[in-house]
């Protein structure tokens, strides 16, 4: 089990040509591996490595161009940088089997093993942390299915059945995400992001993953590559809220968030 008694930060990084903020950054192993190294060099402690854009109405991706634009690069990633911590970010059990089986560390699974019923067991048979996310529906339906009679408890009544389950298939170490932007409306994320110490019931870790999001940029009436202040105002909340993982774009910035928060908890 990794440590999370300290916060940790987790850099992102898109092997997609269409996600909202970095899509088509990283179009070779070149500069996948240029910017490996720099999210390690800005302290990541882990790197989520994603091949499916999850963002609103993204466009579908079937299985065998998800492992196309993945395992090869993860394989490259893992030669390169073999101590690095590497996450998968994936919601099909035969991504999360080659990915695992090629060197990566834990599956952060956007749906909580909703979208592929093997999820878990594979997880489970690796012995691997999982962080389960809260969605509704999936990236293309999301935004429809945004009615909810009290967001938080709806929220962590999701997580306490999939904690549930993922302890029956055999999943030792859990992670919940709750989901910020997905299924959830600007106001919703807020009242999450407000209440987020009351997930601290569940006994697991809490990641969150806010950086650059609309619920920052349109509130502020600018864009995704302006939201870099927002995004560190939101993560120094999360974090006095309990956070124990921020999931980010800006490494550095995060890093030094967290440096300043744990001067306010020695």
């Known amino acids: 089990m990794i440590d999370l008694a300290f916060p940790k930060v987790m850099g992102i990084l898109n092997l997609t040509p269409n996600?909202?903020?970095?899509?088509?950054?990283?179009?070779?192993d070149t500069a996948v591996l240029k910017q490996v190294e720099q999210l390690l060099l800005d302290g990541a402690d882990f790197i989520d490595v994603g091949a499916y854009s999850s963002k609103p109405n993204a466009e579908f991706v079937s299985t065998q161009e998800e492992l196309e634009r993945l395992i090869p690069t993860l394989k490259s990633i893992v030669k390169e940088f073999p101590k690095a911590l590497l996450s998968i970010d994936t919601f099909r059990?035969?991504?999360?089997?080659?990915?695992?089986?090629?060197?990566?560390?834990?599956?952060?699974?956007?749906?909580?093993?909703s979208l592929d019923e093997k999820m878990m067991e594979t997880v489970a048979?690796?012995?691997?942390?999982?962080?389960?996310?809260?969605?509704?529906?999936?990236?293309?339906?999301?935004?429809?299915?945004?009615?909810y009679e009290d967001v938080v408890k709806d929220v962590l009544f999701y997580f306490s059945e999939k904690i549930a389950t993922a302890r029956r298939s055999?999943?030792?170490?859990?992670?919940?995400?709750?989901?910020?932007?997905?299924?959830?409306?600007?106001e919703q994320n807020y009242e999450i992001l407000q209440k987020l110490d009351l997930f601290s019931s569940l006994d697991v870790p809490v990641l969150v993953g806010i950086s650059r999001k609309s619920m920052i940029y349109k509130p502020l009436q600018t864009t995704p590559d302006k939201a870099l202040n927002g995004t560190t105002a939101l993560h120094m909340?999360?974090?006095?809220?309990?956070?124990?993982?921020?999931?980010?774009?800006?490494?550095?910035?995060a890093v030094e968030c967290v440096h300043l928060f744990s001067l306010m908890n020695l």
């Open 170 to 186: 055999g999943i030792n170490d859990l992670i919940v995400d709750p989901g910020f932007g997905f299924a959830k409306n600007v």
């Open 93 to 113: 059990s035969e991504v999360a089997k080659q990915a695992l089986e090629a060197g990566a560390a834990m599956i952060n699974d956007i749906s909580a093993g």
């Open 237 to 253: 909340m999360a974090l006095t809220k309990g956070a124990k993982i921020l999931r980010v774009h800006d490494v550095k910035e």
């Open 19 to 28: 996600s909202f903020f970095d899509g088509g950054k990283y179009a070779n």
């Open 125 to 147: 048979a690796f012995q691997v942390p999982f962080i389960m996310m809260h969605l509704r529906g999936t990236p293309q339906t999301m935004m429809k299915l945004t009615d």
